[in-house]
């Protein structure tokens, strides 16, 4: 079992920068492939971007591409999302989750553990 805490949502303004983060306790022993998804209001859970256990692979949405960053620290068991150039809507609760699949999966299936997820708003 892993535990997963989202923290760093919060109101930022159009243009503006956030920086999310994710601490996994528990069975942190094991190689996760993470990933961050979100959900709009009324929209389904979507997939934002997932990164290797190396930090060698990760793959993003094409919305958030060029945008927003993926990174990792093992040794603090966090991973870390970094969204530049933020737009309304990118406004969405934003989840953390955790795969013990080696492939950088973009479905919500594909990952086995997550987060209660933090609110993020961006006004225009």
């Known amino acids: 079992q892993v535990q997963l805490v989202e923290s760093g949502g919060g109101l930022v303004q159009a243009g503006g920068s956030l920086r999310l983060s994710c601490a996994a306790s528990?069975?942190?022993?094991?190689?996760?492939?993470m990933g961050w998804f979100r959900q709009a209001p009324g929209k389904e859970r979507a997939f934002v971007t997932a990164?290797?256990?190396?930090?060698?692979?990760?793959y993003y949405a094409d919305s958030v591409k060029d945008r927003f960053t993926i990174s990792r620290d093992n040794a603090e068991n966090t991973v870390y999302l970094q969204m530049n150039s933020l737009k309304p809507e990118d406004t969405a609760i934003y989840y953390c989750?955790?795969?013990?699949?080696?492939?950088?999966?973009?479905?919500?299936?594909?990952?086995?553990?997550w987060g209660q997820g933090t609110q993020v708003t961006v006004s225009s």
């Open positions: 528990g069975h942190t022993s094991n190689r996760y492939t």
């Open positions: 990164i290797s256990w190396s930090s060698d692979t990760t």
């Open positions: 989750a955790a795969s013990l699949s080696l492939s950088m999966g973009t479905t919500q299936s594909s990952y086995a553990y």
